[in-house]
């Protein structure tokens, strides 16, 4: 038992390291990733925040609405800091921190949640094409990773709660999920470009 213990904590442990070891990468390396995409997603997050709002009629992006994105995260950080290498190394963190909060939500309603500390750093550490620049680099789909699992968690949590009011509570969240994601276009749902690459 003493060891299982242990052996949790370690994992715990690693998972902290691995989050560490990545904004340490980030902070000194992410001026020598950033492209025109990149660069625009953070310069939308400045347009919102300079004009107080979630929703512009200043920014076009190509092919889709920017609703449910990541945008949502650089105006949040750009309302604290002015620099542009801070706001995207915190938007960054932040949003690994999330598609890891939405994970541990689905193996909470999956009855694992102790996997989580050991499957974790995994998400962190995939430095493996697509992953690591449409997710980690890029943040472009971590809104979808963390719409895919919340929404999973919550068709779980739906199916074995009995009560009432807690059933309609999550019909309400994940009807509100659904209606954020859809608004973005299909492509928050429906990712061809992710079995492509």
């Known amino acids: 038992m ?3 213990r242990i052996h949790e904590l370690l994992s715990w ?20 990733i950033l492209d025109s995409d990149m660069s625009g997603e953070l310069l939308l997050g400045k347009i919102m ?8 009629d200043s920014w076009f992006y190509s092919t889709e609405i920017r609703i449910l994105n990541i945008q949502l995260i650089f105006k949040l950080v750009f309302s604290f800091f002015s620099d ?6 915190v938007s960054g963190i932040l949003w690994i921190v999330m598609v890891l909060c939405s994970f541990y939500y689905l193996l909470c309603q999956m009855e694992c949640k102790k996997l989580f500390s050991y499957i974790a750093p995994i998400f962190i550490l995939n430095f493996f094409g697509g992953f690591y620049s449409l997710i980690l680099a890029g943040l472009y789909y971590s809104p979808h990773l963390c719409v895919s699992f919340i929404t999973i968690g919550l068709i779980l949590h739906f199916a074995r709660t009995q009560n009432k009011y807690v059933r309609t509570t999550i019909f309400a969240c994940a009807c509100v999920l659904a209606l954020l994601a859809g608004m973005g276009g299909l492509r928050l749902i429906i990712n061809p470009e992710l079995f492509t690459e």
């Open 49 to 56: 925040n300079e004009k107080n709002c979630f929703l512009t």
């Open 2 to 4: 003493k060891k299982k």
């Open 13 to 32: 442990v690693w998972l902290i390291a691995v989050l560490m070891m990545w904004f340490v990468f980030l902070w000194k390396h992410v001026d020598n």
């Open 84 to 89: 542009w290498h801070v706001v995207r190394c």
